[in-house]
């Protein structure tokens, strides 16, 4: 029997695409980079499934262009790039990648809180620049991480594994829900408390919440200015969390001590003055990447599709 019909929007890790071409006829070739919206029609018009990322934006009308398709799997855990309501209504099942990427990108939030706290980007751009002159004792001055406090807003799976780790550095930890939710640890060590509250007392806040039109600029020009002058904020969820423009101007008026993004407002757009703070360490989307957990990201995507043509549940449906 010939094989399903798929189109993968981006060129995956190469376990995975071994993966796919082994049990999938591809209706395109992937590239590296994001495919023009044409293409995408394209693409979409012959299959009866397919892989898409962030990037790709599916509305009705690229949907309206694959008569065939029944199963669209996220090369994410976020899926604010479909439009569900599109995809129910046409019979489409959606799904995304939980779980697998939470360690990483948990991983990475603390890799960020450390590099703005102790300036680690700064001082490797020193050193590589070729002017220091030996130790000083007061060079590059940062901010204590361990027993300051850490306040997290939105406490799904990467918020529970960020909050974890605060235990090894002596952290109390704030969180901000829509409810409280179980925490792994003493009770005394995270405990949940209103927004503003969470604004307020936190050393470190760290964004974990999905983006909806309601956590949309959640950290609003007014929820910065709530924030201590020596805070740091860290954002390795999605970047239109944020009004980027604030950030900036409460970093360049001192109204915050940094930032450590992950994520922006117009991916791959970044704001031009983020560049020019030295106080702000950016990154290039490298919340999930280690080799590891994209291959298993594209196994997820794998599993759900041929479960759906098989006729079976999805592992990860979302609608």
């Known amino acids: 029997m010939p094989h399903p019909t798929l189109y993968v929007a981006r060129l995956l890790p190469a376990p995975v695409m071994t993966a796919i ?5 591809l209706t395109s070739s992937p590239h590296v980079e994001p495919p023009r919206r044409t293409d995408l029609l394209d693409g979409f018009r012959q299959a009866t499934a397919a892989i898409c990322t962030l990037t790709e934006h599916l509305d009705a009308e690229v949907l309206d262009a694959a008569p065939s398709l029944r ?4 090369y994410a855990v976020g899926y604010n790039n479909i439009d569900l309501d599109a ?6 099942i959606v799904t995304n990648t939980p779980d697998v990427l939470t360690e990483a990108t948990a991983d990475l939030t603390w890799a960020l809180l450390f590099a703005v706290a102790r300036r680690v980007a700064e001082g490797d751009h020193f050193m590589r620049a070729g002017t220091w002159g030996g130790w000083e004792p007061t060079q590059m001055l940062g901010a204590d991480v361990f027993g300051k406090t850490l306040g997290i807003m939105g406490m799904g799976r990467i918020g529970r594994a960020v909050a974890e780790r605060a235990r090894g550095f002596t952290m109390p930890v704030l969180y901000w829900s829509r409810r409280p939710v179980p925490v792994p640890g003493p009770d005394n060590q995270c405990l949940w408390a209103p927004f503003e509250e969470v604004l307020a007392r ?4 760290s964004l974990h919440v999905p983006l909806t039109p309601e956590t949309h600029h959640l950290m609003s020009a007014g929820a910065l200015r709530q924030m201590r002058p020596t805070a740091f904020l860290i954002n390795t969820s999605r970047g239109s969390v944020v009004d980027e423009g604030a950030l900036v101007d409460a970093l360049t008026e001192g109204r915050l001590a940094g930032a450590g993004l992950d994520v922006y407002e117009r991916e791959p757009e970044l704001h031009p003055a983020l560049l020019r703070l030295p106080q702000v360490v950016v990154l290039p989307h490298l919340g999930s990447a280690t080799l590891s957990t994209r291959v298993r990201m594209g196994m997820m995507c794998i599993e759900n599709i041929q479960a759906v043509l098989e006729g079976r549940p999805a592992l990860n449906r979302v609608v």
């Not at 199963?71 to 996220?74: D, E, L, M």
């Not at 936190?202 to 806040?205: E, G, I, K, S």
């Open 21 to 25: 071409t082994e049990r999938f006829q």
């Open 202 to 205: 936190a050393d470190f806040l």
């Open 71 to 74: 199963v669209v799997a996220n």
């Open 87 to 92: 995809a129910r209504s046409r019979g489409v």
